[in-house]
């Protein structure tokens, strides 16, 4: 995602409460689908009885699974600052007779029970925060002595050629297109491996280890068009745009995944770093 005028709290929750929250929320399968991989790496970290925050939740189906590894001993909460992902959330955990909860906050500056969590994981949820470091630090008095954080989080936009085909494709169409700034919130924030571990060791973390992992993703080629339409900077920028231009910037961009699309599948790798981290040793 781009930073654009993203870049303060106050911006992301502007973002995520509005038209591109609502997108997430209408692509919430696809985004399950496409990232079943990583929700699975997630819950197979979590054990039994354990008390699981998930950051950045979204829509909840990470949250949702790890309270299943959880069982009836452990429990989960998921936090984001999008009032419709979380919203869909609770439905999702209704709907599928779920313990999970869900906290409409940013995690940044929540005030979470102190050390009242033993596992912190993400899926993609943590590379929006204005002030990482503080978020981290927040986090980690969340966490109980001994707790263990996993985040999952993209590379750079050279190791996900995927993620941008479609604003490069789109650009000489939408002279708008929110342009991604190297470290700001967004997408590709922490694509820094050294940034990323010192910002962990400046907020109190310890045993930080950071490990690339490439995961294949595949959707079906009917959503393809949807998904680049509705997400991502061109389908920020399509959301107000007229449908002559909508129509011209879908001629040019769909040729353009030509690469990626193997029948009636599109096929990609997800180029992410598996982060892991302590809260020191148990006292």
Do not use: H
Request: charge should be negative; include cysteine.
């Amino acid at each position: 995602m781009a930073s654009g005028g993203y870049a303060t709290a106050e911006g992301q929750k502007a973002l995520w409460g509005g038209r591109n929250g609502e997108a997430w929320v209408a692509a919430q399968d696809l985004l399950d689908q496409l990232f079943r991989p990583i929700e699975t790496m997630l819950a197979d970290a979590v054990g039994a009885g354990a008390s699981v925050l998930d950051i950045g939740c979204g829509t909840g189906s990470t949250t949702v699974a790890v309270a299943r590894k959880a069982g009836n001993g452990g429990r989960a909460v998921g936090v984001d600052i999008s009032e419709p992902m979380i919203a869909a959330a609770r439905e999702r955990a209704d709907r599928e007779g779920s313990a999970a909860t869900f906290v409409r906050a940013d995690a940044q500056d929540y005030a979470f029970e102190p050390a009242s969590f033993d596992t912190i994981v993400s899926r993609f949820g943590v590379m929006f925060f204005a002030d990482p470091i503080a978020a981290f630090a927040n986090l980690r008095r969340a966490a109980r002595p001994g707790a263990g954080l996993r985040l999952f989080v993209w590379r750079g936009m050279a190791d996900n050629p995927f993620m941008t085909v479609a604003e490069r494709a789109a650009a000489p169409l939408l002279p708008n297109l929110p342009v991604r700034e190297p470290d700001a919130p967004g997408q590709f924030a922490f694509a820094d491996r050294d940034r990323v571990a010192r910002m962990l060791e400046d907020s109190g973390w310890a045993e930080i280890d950071i490990q690339p992992v490439d995961v294949p993703c595949a959707m079906p080629t009917d959503d393809l068009e949807f998904y680049f339409t509705r997400l991502g900077p061109v389908g920020m920028t399509l959301g107000s745009a007229g449908a002559d231009v909508r129509a011209r910037v879908v001629e040019a961009v769909r040729p353009a995944f030509e690469p990626y699309v193997d029948g009636p599948v599109v096929r990609f790798t997800a180029a992410c770093w598996s982060i892991g981290a302590g809260n020191g040793s148990v006292s």
